[in-house]
């Protein structure tokens, strides 16, 4: 679909590190050696002939920058390498990614099930958005198996999860849930943002639909939004996506693909020290005097290690939460305001380490019942490990919390 890169390589045989270096690379006949950036919005055509044969699709041309662009496609198939899939599609943020994937599929009447701890975006599309086109959609506690069998026992279309969830850590099943979704009638979408590519790939787990948002990991640099939906279903992106990517109009511009394209290059180099920095940063939280207790799906005090393990390449992933002790906010602002190196910032998979209260940023808008729902306190602190020193980064934290 998007693969105008006719490689007779076997890029499919290569190993990970070398399909996120040169996987998808398309070269012109100039021979660069780094990506080209075609900032173009449309594509000439040697004939008439030519321009109509495009159009029919008997010829692999490009013809509009909203459908396909030739530095957009380096990032699809370089990514869809990555995972294992047929199908990738580039958006232009990671909530573009989510609401085309659920909307192109979806209509009035059709019925949706998701875990309940979300990401806000994705919580309002799924609550408040998908309802006003009359599409039923519902809730469950996403660590729950019986919740997960109870509410799939009935025809379901779509199911939509993130796992580890935000910013609780709390694991889903996939596979599980997975097999429960089929037996439904619908299809499986897994957000998975917060574990990256490296660490979990959800389709070899029985998922339909992968969703990102480039804007975390993949950049992993602070730099540009971006988003992709990948999947081995020909006729759901045959069928449903393609039609309403191209005449939608959430395609990722060519410069941002760009950035994406170099960031895949060292995505596995990040996440892997990043995990690294993470368990340590766990363990070491475990001993400091102002925290209450550590979530991270790679201690072994993690209710579902085994499943994380399991699941996430064993590893507990680059996000750690803990509960820092005394009255909540006004405790845990003393202490993030003393931090020198740690960023006070939202973003997360960062190559620089960021920390953030999600009572009074993240998850601001939602009640204090919803929050306690979701396992989200006062106290209750986010931190997304970096590449920084690991030495850098406990003596910080200790000058925080120590
Ligand atoms: C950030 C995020 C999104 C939204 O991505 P944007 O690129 O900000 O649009 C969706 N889901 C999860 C889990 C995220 O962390």
Redesign the pocket.
């Known amino acids: 679909m998007s693969n105008k890169n006719e490689n007779t390589k076997d890029e499919n045989k290569w190993r990970q590190s070398t399909k996120l270096v040169r996987g998808g690379l398309d070269r012109s006949h100039h021979g660069e050696l780094s990506e080209a950036i075609y900032m173009t919005q449309a594509y000439a055509y040697d004939s008439a002939e030519q321009a109509e044969q495009s159009f029919t699709g008997e010829i692999d041309h490009y013809v509009y920058s909203r459908y396909g662009n030739p530095t957009v496609s380096m990032f699809e198939n370089r990514l869809a390498l990555l995972e294992g899939a047929d199908h990738c599609r580039a958006l232009a943020?990671?909530?573009?990614?989510?609401y085309c994937a659920l909307a192109s599929q979806l209509k009035a009447g059709d019925r949706v099930v998701a875990s309940r701890a979300?990401?806000g975006?994705?919580e309002y599309v799924i609550n408040t958005a998908l309802p006003k086109f009359g599409i039923k959609t519902e809730f469950v506690d996403g660590s729950d198996l019986d919740a997960w069998k109870e509410a799939l026992s009935t025809p379901v279309d779509a199911v939509f999860i993130?796992t580890p969830a935000?910013p609780t850590l709390e694991i889903i099943d996939i596979a599980a849930v997975a097999e429960l979704t089929h037996k439904a009638g619908g299809k499986l979408i897994v957000?998975n943002?917060?574990a990256s590519p490296i660490l979990q790939k959800p389709l070899e787990l029985g998922a339909d639909i992968i969703?990102y948002?480039?804007?975390?990991h993949i950049d992993g640099q602070g730099r540009v939004?971006?988003?992709a939906i990948l999947s081995n279903d020909k006729s759901f992106i045959e069928d449903e996506l393609q039609p309403f990517y191209r005449n939608v109009g959430p395609s990722l511009s060519p410069f941002n693909a760009w950035v994406l394209v170099k960031s895949l290059e060292t995505l596995e180099l990040r996440v892997t020290r990043q995990s690294e920095n993470a368990l340590a940063l766990a363990k070491f939280l475990e001993t400091l005097p102002g925290v209450e207790r550590v979530f991270y799906p790679g201690l072994t005090s993690h209710p579902q290690h085994d499943l994380a393990m399991k699941q996430m390449s064993g590893s507990g992933g680059t996000v750690v939460s803990f509960e820092a002790k005394g009255n909540g906010k006004q405790d845990v602002f003393k202490a993030l305001n003393k931090l020198q190196i740690i960023d006070i910032a939202n973003n997360?998979g960062d190559l620089k380490s960021m920390i953030t209260h999600p009572q009074t940023t993240t998850h601001q808008r939602l009640s204090d019942d919803e929050r306690a729902a979701m396992g989200i306190s006062p106290s209750l602190v986010r931190l997304s490990v970096g590449i920084e020193d690991i030495e850098d980064l406990k003596e910080d934290l200790t000058r925080a919390l120590g």
Do not use: H, P, R, Y
């Open positions: 943020s990671g909530m573009a990614a989510v979300l990401f975006g994705c993130e935000n957000d943002a917060f969703i948002s480039a804007t975390k939004l971006g988003g997360l």
